[in-house]
Every structure is written in structure tokens, then in C-alpha cells.
């Protein structure tokens, strides 16, 4: 079993940043495919951002490429998302997920084992 916890979300003006940070428990951090999603209200749950258990690849949604970094500390078995020039349509509840992506599946949210309970993120115009 694995537990996700996140934190970091807020609000924040447009063109601002904000980093969060999942904590991940009951697995060997350093093996796990990690993910970031979001879920504005009344649409479905998007990827944003990937990281493979080897921390050699990333993906990220075109939306937030060259504005958005995924990376981890293993020893503080933790994952972050940093969020530069943050725009009104990146308000949303923002997911860690794990265990999953495998075989090209990473922006799927189906193909991830488990979730955080979120932590949303407003970004004001």
C-alpha cells in the first residue's frame, strides 16, 4: 500500500508560482512512476506532469511545458511540482499519483494505482 499527501496549494496571483510537494509512504519511493494531474470543477482529471521511478524521464502536458518542472528528493521521499507564471486556467485540485505510466501510459489517470486526497491551486486574474 502506498500513501500520498500533498501540499502546497494556495492562491496566487497571475504570473506567480507555487511549488508542491507530495509525500509518499509504504513503498520504496525510488520505484515508483510518479505523476501530477489536475481536476478543474466540472471537467475531468488531466495530466500535467510525469516522472519515471529512475528520475531519467519527464513528460509534461503542452499546457505547461517550460513553465512547469516535476522532480523528487528520494531521501525525503518526496515529489514537487514548481509552478512559474501561473495563469487563471491552471486553477484547479491538483493530484499526486503513483504506480503507474507504465508502457506509455503516463498521462492516462486509469493507469496510476494511487492517488493523494489533492490540494487546490487558484490562480487569480
Known amino acids: 500500500q502506498v500513501q500520498l499527501v500533498e501540499s502546497g496549494g494556495g492562491l496566487v496571483q497571475a504570473g506567480g508560482s507555487l511549488r508542491l510537494s507530495c509525500v509518499v509512504t509504504?513503498?520504496?519511493?525510488?520505484?515508483?512512476?510518479m505523476g501530477w494531474f489536475r481536476q478543474a470543477p466540472g471537467k475531468e482529471r488531466d495530466f500535467v506532469a510525469s516522472?519515471?521511478?529512475?528520475?531519467?524521464?519527464?513528460n509534461y502536458a503542452d499546457s505547461v511545458k517550460g513553465r512547469f518542472t516535476i522532480s523528487r528528493e528520494i531521501n525525503k521521499r518526496t515529489l514537487y511540482l514548481q509552478m512559474n507564471s501561473l495563469k487563471p486556467e491552471d486553477t484547479a485540485v491538483y493530484f499526486c499519483a503513483a504506480d503507474g505510466g507504465y508502457s506509455a501510459t503516463y498521462h492516462r489517470p486509469n493507469s496510476y494505482s494511487y492517488w493523494g486526497q489533492g490540494t487546490p491551486v487558484t490562480v487569480s486574474s
Open positions: 516522472i519515471t521511478w529512475s528520475g531519467s524521464g519527464t
Open positions: 509504504g513503498r520504496t519511493f525510488s520505484t515508483l512512476n
